[in-house]
């Protein structure tokens, strides 16, 4: 974990370095003013020796001088380092996770992502300035101060030398109970993630099916799941300031009566005294800053762990060493492809699937919900990869082709896509950044999308509000469909995308891209008969197999399940 975490500092190595130096300077300065302190009490104040007192005491104040301005430049060079060291560590995330297939973001969730690019990154940010200043501080001045305590009197020295051990053992068993909690804490932050993700995506539907309370109280459930937990872990590390306190008041008493037995016996000094309770505050003090560091490595290592896992995540999907970086045409085969989405999973998605389907073809597909006709057409571009057997774009394996190339020439539209914060135009770019404003058009037009696009108050440059809020639904497919085109993809796949489209505009859709689009392979999957009847071929799903292909009075004839489907919409008129 600190191996694939450190990578992340890079340019900021050297401000991570300056801290510890400046904190090592501002400790050993802090720590030589207690000692310089009894000698002016001892030869100064108590022989009445002004000309002493002035001399150490302007040492004292520019000691002080020299002493704020380190730990100043301390917090400072700390405090940039840790956030650049932060933005590293999200940008780091969020690049590896660009090259993550749809496997593995299932695995994490996309809740629990979103809480170790936020919640995750700024325990470690905290953790690692604390790491670079405070973590050097605090043991630096317990190290001078008992060294310090040692010069002054070895005797009285020996208390610390036995407090401390204790204490150090009393911690180490504190944080070995409350560590087992925090690693389940984060786990309830990604499951109150998902449910808040889900109310703000769905509020309309919570809205309007009444479920505010239902999901309050989900939310409810939720966030006491945490509550618990971190009481519970918060009780047992609050055990530290009992110790610290308890520790404190001991060294103190020790202090007290042993200092004044030497005292008396002529083997101390009065000012020798008053440093001495000096340094066994500063030994306490870090001794209780140490605890506090220990609670806070507690969390941050449960956060370290979760943001390693991301980094070093390997993808499923990679690029082959040697891709081809050209598809030539939209010719597709399935070659005995069987899939399952996990490895564990007893049941195929996909089973024995074999399927030829020619360039500049258009196939319709048909099946009932869950008979995985998404999951066939999503081992086109790689969106997963098949568990057996082989898909085929252009005569090659496409295991064989550069992602890039592969995903560029193959435009999926998805009945749910999505539209982001931008224009309409930088929204439809996304098929083809360099597209000129002709393309755009042209694409548009195909789609079907260019009229109500002009209508709206300014037109390929109107803002879409986040999620495309400010779009019916049936315009939001347009849109993507013409985003889609102006890929100029070989193979185009419309899964249930046209759904939300009245039957007359779908229609001049289909025949647009069947008269601008000739050569481009057009896969249509679709609920509605209506939609794929004109097809070359239609494919009817059933249960992750194909179970017939043919024209569309071919399988009214022979297909029972495709009869009965188009029988049925024909009676409720769709």
């Known amino acids: 974990m600190i191996k694939t975490l450190s990578k992340s500092i890079r340019q900021y190595k050297k401000l991570s370095l300056l801290s510890p130096l400046f904190v090592i300077g501002e400790v050993i300065i802090e720590m030589l003013i207690p000692y310089l302190v009894g000698v002016l009490i001892d030869n100064g104040i108590m022989k009445g020796n002004m000309g002493y007192i002035q001399k150490y005491g302007l040492l004292l104040l520019v000691l002080t001088i020299v002493s704020l301005i380190l730990g100043a430049s301390a917090s400072y060079v700390s405090a940039h380092a840790a956030a650049g060291f932060a933005a590293n560590l999200r940008k780091d995330m969020f690049y590896h996770m660009q090259d993550y297939a749809f496997e593995n973001i299932d ?31 605090a043991p630096m001045m317990l190290i001078v101060s008992v060294i310090m305590s040692i010069i002054i009197s070895p005797r009285l020295s020996l208390i610390f030398l036995v407090i401390a051990p204790i204490f150090v053992i009393i911690l180490g068993l504190i944080i070995k109970s409350a560590y087992p909690y925090f690693p389940k804490i984060f786990k309830g932050y990604d499951r109150m993630n998902q449910v808040v993700r889900e109310n703000v995506r769905g509020i309309r539907e919570v809205k309007t099916y009444v479920q505010e309370k239902p999901q309050i109280d ?27 306190a308890a520790v404190l008041n001991i060294a103190t008493l020790a202090i007290c009566w042993f200092g004044a037995k030497e005292i008396v016996g002529g083997n101390l000094q009065t000012g020798q005294l008053v440093s001495m ?3 066994s505050n500063s030994v306490l003090f870090s001794l209780n800053i140490l605890a506090m560091i220990a609670t806070q490595l507690i969390i941050s290592g449960a956060s370290g762990r979760r943001i390693a896992n991301v980094i070093t995540e390997k993808p499923a999907i990679e690029n082959p060493r040697k891709p ?31 399927l030829h389907i020619k360039p500049g073809e258009t196939i319709g597909m ?12 999503s081992m086109i571009p790689r969106l997963y990869d098949v568990t057996s057997g082989a898909v085929r774009v252009a005569g090659h394996n496409v295991k064989s082709y550069d992602l890039k190339t592969l995903r560029d020439n193959v435009a999926m539209v998805l009945q749910k896509n999505v539209l982001f914060s931008g224009t309409i135009k930088e929204n439809l770019k996304w098929g083809n950044e360099n597209a000129t404003d002709e393309q755009v058009i042209a694409a548009a037009k195909i789609a079907h999308a260019d009229g109500f696009i002009r209508e709206m108050p300014d037109g390929y440059d109107t803002m879409v509000e986040q999620g495309g809020n400010n779009v ?40 647009s891209l069947a008269k601008d689009m000739p050569e481009t392979t057009k896969i249509i999957i679709s609920q509605r008969i209506v939609s794929i009847k004109d097809a ?9 197999k194909i179970e017939d292909i043919g024209t569309h009075e071919e399988l009214i004839k022979r297909n029972k399940l495709y009869s009965s489907i188009a029988e049925f919409q024909e009676e409720n008129g769709k």
């Open 277 to 279: 309770f000096s340094y």
């Open 366 to 377: 048909i099946g009932e919900t869950g008979s995985s006709k998404s999951t066939l057409v």
């Open 218 to 244: 989900k939310f409810e459930k939720s966030s006491g799941f945490i509550y618990k937990l971190f009481s519970t872990a918060q009780k047992i590390i609050s055990l530290n300031a009992l110790v610290v």
């Open 324 to 354: 081809l970086k050209t598809v030539t045409n939209g010719e597709i085969l399935f070659d005995h492809v069987n899939f399952k989405y996990d490895p564990s999973d007893k049941a195929l998605a996909l089973n024995d699937i074999n």
């Open 107 to 137: 695995k994490f969730s996309s809740a629990s992502l979103v809480t170790r690019l936020t919640t995750d990154v700024n325990n470690v940010q905290m953790a690692y300035q604390i790491i670079i200043r405070i973590a050097v501080r």
């Open 536 to 544: 070359d071929r239609i494919i009817v799903m059933n249960h992750g």
């Open 472 to 511: 019916s639904g049936g315009q939001k497919q347009r849109i993507t469909i013409a985003r889609a085109l102006l890929k100029n993809p070989k193979i185009l796949i419309l899964d249930d995308s046209t759904s939300a489209v009245d039957t007359n505009t779908e229609r001049e859709i289909r025949q």
